[in-house]
């Protein structure tokens, strides 16, 4: 069994900074991938920023330049540095990871709310 938890989200001001972590649990063999989503109320859900199979970064072009995503390989933790926060970044924000464990699977976190004031 593979867990995902989200943590580090709450209410902040706009600009300023949050930092969400992810840690999977379980029997792993693999992280193939990892990405940050989120979900605005009445939106549908989208990917905020991704280590892809290669290992290579991806972000959004919204939060570019103000969001960083980082990971701990040795304790299979990711994480989310969100800086200049703007009101349109509220959201449930979840993390999700493709795991050998030891067959392939999707695995998603329950999320954590981040809410900006304006």
């Known amino acids: 069994q593979v867990t995902l938890t989200e943590s580090g989200g709450g209410l902040v001001q706009a600009g300023g900074s949050l930092r969400l972590s992810c840690a999977v649990d379980g029997r792993i063999f693999r992280i193939r991938s990892m990405a940050w989503f989120r979900q605005a109320p009445g939106s549908q859900r989208e990917s905020v920023a991704n280590f892809n199979y290669n290992g290579n970064i991806n972000y959004v072009d919204s939060v570019k330049g103000r969001f960083t995503i980082s990971r701990d390989t040795a304790t299979n933790t990711m994480y989310l540095q969100m800086d200049k926060l703007k009101p349109e970044d509220t959201g449930l924000y979840s993390c999700?990871?493709?795991?050998?464990?030891?067959?392939?699977?999707?695995?998603w976190g329950p999320g954590t709310q981040v809410t900006v004031s304006s």
């Open positions: 999700n990871a493709n795991v050998i464990s030891p067959y392939a699977g999707n695995f």
